[in-house]
């Protein structure tokens, strides 16, 4: 968002033995039940910890689309009132570092105020969502090339996984839109909904992409890098994705909570900004995997494939 400088910031399965002729192999009882396959084992793992989950989480889970949805635009709520009250260094950076024309500075940061105080009190109260995202989208966009930001790897990254919480925010409106109509035939709704959830889970993670690639390494970093590795991996092809979203919710909010907090830095110091604007991105991907926990990954994914849920 509004920034003036960059930022720091498959299965293996085993079955029972055969012979080349696909008889039993000699010597093994027909009765012999089959070894279950790794796959397996990681389904019924993550299935008792899903049911463990929902048990505590059954208090909170008619809420979880409002928290997920508000969760998404907090990032664009929290950078127009950056623009308010840092107005007149914006319009200097636009102007003498950007050499965009007076006049046009105060537009571009009008226009984005209002844009993101507008389509994100939309989403937040489940109006007119197309263009609620449809907006917040051209606001990503306008504000990295206004600010000089569309080359700036970190920067792009988290904004894909932003973008892809708002494809959540979309897929999400149109399944209840088809609760809400279910005796009517709604293929092409649905279709779209399909491959929606499907681009949203496959850019929420290009914020662990950009955690990946930043920063100083220790033995926790690469403990954390190679558990969310395996997570997003698992968000992508659908693999127990309410779980996986899950596990990336955790870690992101404690790393968010150890690393981003602004509220302990002084007024006046450098890193206060970075860091507050990291933590309100954070936080939007985090409402993005929410509603990732609360609707699951689609039909392009195992776990559809496989009808766990």
């Known amino acids: 968002m509004a920034q003036m400088r960059g930022h720091p910031a498959g299965g293996f399965g085993i079955g029972a033995s055969q012979n080349p002729f696909g008889g039993p192999a000699m010597g093994m009882n027909d ?39 508000f969760l998404i635009v907090v990032t664009f709520i929290e950078d127009a009132l950056r623009i308010i009250t840092q107005w007149n260094d914006q319009l200097l950076y636009l102007r003498d570092y950007r050499h965009i024309p007076y006049g046009i500075t105060h ?62 925010v979309l897929s999400d409106s149109w399944v209840r839109k088809t609760k809400a109509f279910a005796g009517l035939p709604q293929l092409e709704e649905k279709d779209r909904k399909m491959y929606f959830q499907l681009a949203g889970r496959v850019l929420l993670i290009f914020l662990f992409v950009g955690f990946v690639f930043s920063g100083q390494w220790s033995l926790w970093r690469v403990a954390v890098c190679l558990i969310g590795l395996v997570a997003c991996i698992m968000v992508v092809v659908g693999f ?38 990291d933590f309100f991105q954070i936080l939007s991907i985090v409402g993005g995997l929410l509603l990732l926990v609360n609707s699951g990954p689609g039909q392009f994914s195992i776990d559809e494939k496989k009808k766990v849920y």
């Open 31 to 69: 009765d012999r039940p089959e070894n279950t396959s790794m796959l397996d084992n990681v389904r019924q793992y993550t299935s008792r910890i899903e049911d463990i989950l929902d048990t505590v989480s059954e208090p909170i889970k008619p809420y979880l689309p409002a928290i997920g949805r």
């Open 240 to 277: 127990k994705a309410k779980f996986s979203a899950t596990l990336l919710v955790v870690i992101l909010s404690v790393f968010n909570i150890l690393v981003n907090n602004f509220w302990t830095l002084h007024e006046h110091h450098p890193h206060k900004d970075f860091a507050k604007y």
């Open 107 to 168: 537009l571009f940061l009008i226009v984005n105020v209002i844009a993101m105080a507008t389509c994100s009190t939309m989403v937040i109260i489940r109006k007119h969502s197309d263009y609620a995202v449809a907006g917040l989208m051209g606001v990503v966009v306008t504000q990295a090339l206004g600010y000089g930001l569309i080359f700036d790897l970190n920067f792009f990254l988290r904004n894909l996984s932003v973008m892809g919480g708002l494809l959540m």
